[in-house]
Every structure is written in structure tokens, then in C-alpha cells.
């Protein structure tokens, strides 16, 4: 069986419309593996103990961040980009250079899923709002994975929220796991999994059946489905898995499946858009940090 990280990489040469992604995702993957990737990012403190179920691990945190590191991601991912025309890596380059694009910050508004500061970060560089809107989001995949491991078990077992415990982003999609068919929510930026019980909607909470439903390709309802609430029309794309999914494979799986999220939007479907909590984080360059 090989990894995701490999499986990532073959899909990049075979498929042209999720190549540039999917050879992100593959080097945000890397770059976690490699031995330093564990201290991309740290939480400075502990935060005081979480007896709430619903406050995630990350707010009112400070990350401390490598950012040499981080800009030499942004480097590597903004090269991927242009190779793809769907950006001047020169640009990209001088902007990270000479700080008008400061990967600090580039960061916090990813980690905050916050458009405008995407937005005006893209303006002041002279350079398009989406990709750099998607550069955020690759570079807050390693970030978050470092930090959530952080983030004790035992808080992680009370979670009672639908969004995530660590970072606050709203699932990716959803697993049912094992013989048992457990229902776990999987968290594609930091990796995280949690608990959360059948019949009811993450997004609203809605635990009223008759508006839960699902559609599914004809026979396959068991191995893969896209879960609906008719209360507020959101979607989770829900596999049959046999043990926890590694966060490649959570990556991997949401990439592949996208006719799910093209049927759902069809269907007037949606994902919530930004996070489900209001998220106070403060990111500093870990050199200054020491
Ligand atoms: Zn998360
Ligand atoms: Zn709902």
C-alpha cells in the first residue's frame, strides 16, 4: 500500500486539473515528515487548563513560528503555482524578499481563515487575492499539525463541538470507523480527529432525522456518502474507513472526491465558510520568541 504522500504525487502527474493541489498538499506533507517539520511551530505557553468543551485548543494562544522555514515553503509552493500559470513566482518571490508579503502574517490570516486579510495581503504584494488566498492555507497545514500535537487527549475526548477542537475549522469530511462504524470528524489543516455522534449536523447541531439525510452513488451508501442537513444545507462527505485516516489521507481523499462536492453544490449544498469559532491568535517569529 503506498502512502498518501505517494499517492499524492502520482495523481499530480496523471491529473492536470488537481495537479497544482495536489502537489501542494504532497509538499506540505514533506515538509512535515522531514525531522524538523515537528518544530515548525510551537504553542508558547500552556494554555490554562480547557475545562470547556467548546473553546477549541488554539484560542487565546500564542504560536511561536520558524519563518525562515515557513518562506522557504512559500517559496517551494509559489514555484508549484507558477509552474501551473496560476502565478508569477517572481513576484511572489521579491514580495517575500523584501516583506511586503510577510509570511507572518500571511499565516495568522490563514490560520484565522480571515478573506480580507488574505485580501489586502495579496493587494499590498502585488499579486492575485486567490492563490495567495490557497498559499495561506497550504502553509497553515504544517503550522496547525505541529501545534496539535499539543493538544492533550484527554481534552480531545470531551470535545462536544462540531468544528475542530485544535484549530476550529469545520471538518473536511467524515469517517465511520471501524466494524463499529464510529462516527469521527477529521480536520484536513491540523489533522485532528473527534468524536461526534451519528444524527446530528456539525455545522448547526440539528439532531432532528427527518431533516438528516444522505445521497450516495447506488450501492455504494456504505463505503461513501455525502451526509445533509436540510436545516442549514450543509454537507459532509462521510467514508467507511477501517482505522483512523492519517492526515494524508484526509488531504487525499478530500481532493479525490471532489464530484461529491460538485453534486452537493448542485443539490444547494454548501460548506460553512471561514470557522466555527471565533478564533484570537497571535503568531511571532520563533527567533524572536527564544
Ligand atoms: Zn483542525
Ligand atoms: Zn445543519
Redesign the pocket.
Known amino acids: 500500500m503506498s502512502t498518501a504522500l505517494e499517492r499524492l504525487e502520482t495523481l499530480a502527474e496523471r491529473d492536470e486539473v488537481l495537479a497544482p493541489l495536489a502537489r501542494l498538499y504532497a509538499l506540505a506533507l514533506r515538509t512535515l515528515a522531514a525531522p524538523e517539520g515537528q518544530w515548525l511551530a510551537t504553542c508558547l505557553a500552556t494554555p490554562a487548563e480547557r475545562s470547556s468543551a467548546t473553546v477549541p485548543f488554539l484560542h487565546e494562544q500564542t504560536i511561536a513560528v520558524d519563518l525562515a522555514a515557513l518562506a522557504h515553503l512559500l517559496r517551494a509552493a509559489g514555484e508549484i503555482l507558477d509552474r501551473s500559470g496560476l502565478l508569477d513566482g517572481g513576484t511572489l518571490e521579491r514580495a517575500v524578499a523584501n516583506g511586503r508579503l510577510p509570511v507572518r502574517e500571511l499565516v495568522r490570516a490563514g490560520i484565522l481563515a480571515d478573506p480580507h486579510a488574505s485580501a489586502r495581503l495579496a493587494g499590498a504584494a502585488g499579486l492575485p487575492e486567490r492563490p495567495v488566498t490557497v498559499l495561506g492555507q497550504l502553509l497553515v497545514i504544517p503550522v ?1 499539525a505541529a501545534v ?1 500535537h499539543q493538544a492533550d487527549a484527554a481534552f480531545l475526548r470531551g470535545w462536544r463541538a462540531g468544528f ?1 477542537p ?4 469545520w471538518p473536511t469530511l467524515a469517517e465511520f470507523r471501524g466494524l463499529e462504524r464510529e462516527r469521527w470528524l477529521r ?1 484536513g ?4 480527529g473527534w468524536r461526534y455522534p451519528h444524527q446530528q449536523c456539525p455545522f448547526c447541531e440539528n439532531a432532528d432525522h427527518r431533516s438528516l439525510r444522505y445521497f450516495a452513488e447506488e450501492g455504494k451508501q456504505d463505503a461513501q456518502r455525502v451526509e445533509i442537513c436540510e436545516k442549514c444545507r450543509g454537507y459532509v462527505k462521510t467514508f467507511a474507513t477501517l482505522g483512523a485516516w492519517s492526515h494524508g489521507e484526509v488531504l487525499l481523499q478530500d481532493l479525490t472526491t471532489v464530484e461529491f462536492d460538485l453534486a452537493a453544490a448542485e443539490r444547494g449544498y454548501r460548506r460553512p465558510e471561514g470557522l466555527g469559532f471565533p478564533l484570537a491568535v497571535a503568531v511571532v517569529a520563533r527567533e524572536l520568541a527564544a
Open positions: 496547525l496539535s475542530c485544535v484549530c476550529a475549522a480536520c489543516r491540523c489533522g485532528t
